[in-house]
């Protein structure tokens, strides 16, 4: 008698420790780029900040190009669990060699450190949508319902903060006054411990879902189960947009505000520290509203929150205590906004065609890049206009402050008109 392969809910535990373990890999490199790699270059690498600004920004729009292709070229790939899985384990070692490589422009002649960077940065960044996209379509491709993709989605900020956290701790030391060969060694040897954890996480994950031979698309016993509203792709490609231009570059200049504001391991780990404890924090508010209130209310909440976390922090921020409560209570918002973005997109995506699935998260993730290549020229523009090591260094607080607010605002004007717009339209109607 034929046995049937084994349903996902049978193994969903073994499955979703895999695809946490592979996150947490994946989100040491993101966080690693987004926290790490612009104090990196001009800091320890020596880069003017008009050219990291370059380096990120083109890096980035080259991942978002990337991301759309992969999307493209590998869809056959992408419409299975277990062609997923082995693309992002090939991505993965892709992404690792490229950043270690980055990592070591701190230990080359001035004249080559520019030219490699970029092209490293680039290399980076297209090994890392290879690596990147097929994850996120496994968000779609291995769940079976709302409730499940708000699980997974929730996981995701668990491991993502988790590693935060981790990182955190391990670069704390590394802002710290040393010798330049040997701090820039230092960076080196961090991104080797990275590539490690990366290769490894994915590797699991490829070899739990390639023997568990789960099948993607609902159940039958789950097709009644009530869906939350979904909303529209084109607004929630807004609001990821707006978001991704300006919140982080509140994680971009903490290492800047540690190292030239508050010149102190001690307060600058706390600080760090928070932000991550925050996102942590999330997880499980996150549970109890992503499986009891529909998204958009949840999107206008925190979007809200954030903008008036932003603005104290503005305010509050030279009194060491309240910068680190703000941090937290920045790291809670977002991170509740950002991961109902993204179980908003999977509910969108999940009831397409398996074979759409991959374009529609490149197309996603290709949006975000964009966004934060918009951020990251932002950033190096700003960066470049005062004497942020110096005399100026008090307005790094102010940029940590505008760049959440001005999102955040972005994303409560659309999630307004979004529930405002049909309000009115049915109005009109009766």
């Known amino acids: 008698m034929d046995v049937a392969p084994p349903r996902l809910a049978e193994g969903q535990f073994r499955v979703d420790q895999a695809y946490a373990a592979?996150?947490?890999?994946?989100?040491?490199?993101?966080?690693?780029?987004?926290?790490?790699?612009?104090?990196?270059?001009?800091?320890?690498?020596?880069?003017?900040?008009?050219?990291?600004?370059?380096?990120?920004?083109?890096?980035?729009?080259?991942?978002?190009?990337?991301?759309?292709?992969?999307?493209?070229?590998?869809?056959?790939?992408?419409?299975?669990?277990?062609?997923?899985?082995?693309?992002?384990?090939?991505?993965?070692?892709?992404?690792?060699?490229?950043?270690?490589?980055?990592?070591?422009?701190?230990?080359?002649?001035?004249?080559?450190?520019?030219?490699?960077?970029?092209?490293?940065?680039?290399?980076?960044?297209?090994?890392?949508?290879?690596?990147?996209?097929?994850?996120?379509?496994?968000?779609?491709?291995?769940?079976?319902?709302?409730?499940?993709?708000?699980?997974?989605?929730?996981?995701?900020?668990?491991?993502?903060?988790?590693?935060?956290?981790?990182?955190a701790l391990a670069i704390v030391p590394l802002l710290q006054e040393q010798p330049h060969q040997e701090r820039a060694l230092r960076f080196m040897l961090l991104t080797v411990l990275l590539a490690i954890l990366a290769i490894a996480s994915a590797a699991c994950l490829r070899h739990v879902l390639t023997h568990a031979r789960v099948t993607p698309g609902p159940c039958e016993s789950e097709r009644a189960d009530a869906p939350l509203h979904i909303l529209p792709v084109p607004l929630l490609l807004a609001m990821f947009f707006v978001l991704l231009v300006g919140a982080p570059l509140f994680a971009k200049l903490e290492p800047y505000f540690v190292g030239h504001v508050l010149r102190s391991s001690l307060w600058g780990g706390a600080l760090l520290l928070g932000g991550a404890l925050g996102t942590l924090a999330a997880q499980p508010l996150m549970q109890f509203l992503l499986a009891r209130q529909p998204r958009l209310p949840v999107i206008f909440a925190c979007s809200l929150t954030l903008m008036l976390v932003a603005l104290a922090w503005w305010q509050l921020a030279p009194a060491v205590w309240a910068a680190i409560a703000c941090a937290m209570a920045m790291g809670l918002a977002g991170g509740v906004l950002g991961m109902t973005l993204w179980a908003a997109f999977a509910d969108a995506v999940a009831g397409r065609s398996p074979l759409r699935a991959g374009a529609a998260f490149g197309l996603l993730?290709?949006?975000?890049?964009?966004?934060?290549?918009?951020?990251?020229?932002?950033?190096?523009?700003?960066?470049?206009?005062?004497?942020?090591?110096?005399?100026?260094?008090?307005?790094?607080?102010?940029?940590?402050?505008?760049?959440?607010?001005?999102?955040?605002?972005?994303?409560?004007?659309?999630?307004?008109?979004?529930?405002?717009?049909?309000?009115?339209?049915?109005?009109?109607?009766?």
Request: hydrophobic share 55%.
């Open 22 to 167: 592979a996150h947490f890999g994946k989100s040491l490199f993101w966080q690693t780029g987004e926290l790490l790699l612009a104090f990196f270059l001009t800091e320890v690498a020596g880069l003017p900040p008009m050219a990291m600004g370059a380096v990120v920004a083109t890096s980035l729009l080259a991942s978002a190009a990337s991301d759309l292709l992969v999307g493209r070229f590998w869809r056959n790939s992408l419409a299975s669990v277990a062609g997923a899985a082995h693309l992002q384990w090939q991505g993965a070692w892709v992404a690792a060699i490229a950043l270690i490589g980055l990592f070591s422009t701190g230990h080359l002649p001035p004249h080559a450190k520019l030219p490699f960077a970029l092209a490293l940065a680039l290399m980076f960044r297209v090994g890392y949508s290879v690596y990147d996209v097929p994850q996120n379509v496994l968000l779609s491709l291995a769940t079976r319902s709302s409730a499940a993709r708000s699980r997974i989605a929730s996981v995701r900020v668990a491991v993502s903060s988790l590693a935060g956290v981790c990182l």
């Open 365 to 430: 993730t290709a949006t975000s890049k964009s966004a934060l290549a918009c951020g990251a020229w932002w950033l190096g523009h700003w960066l470049s206009g005062f004497d942020y090591r110096g005399e100026d260094s008090a307005q790094l607080a102010t940029m940590m402050a505008v760049g959440p607010a001005l999102a955040a605002a972005g994303c409560l004007l659309l999630a307004g008109g979004a529930w405002w717009v049909p309000r009115k339209m049915e109005g009109m109607r009766a």
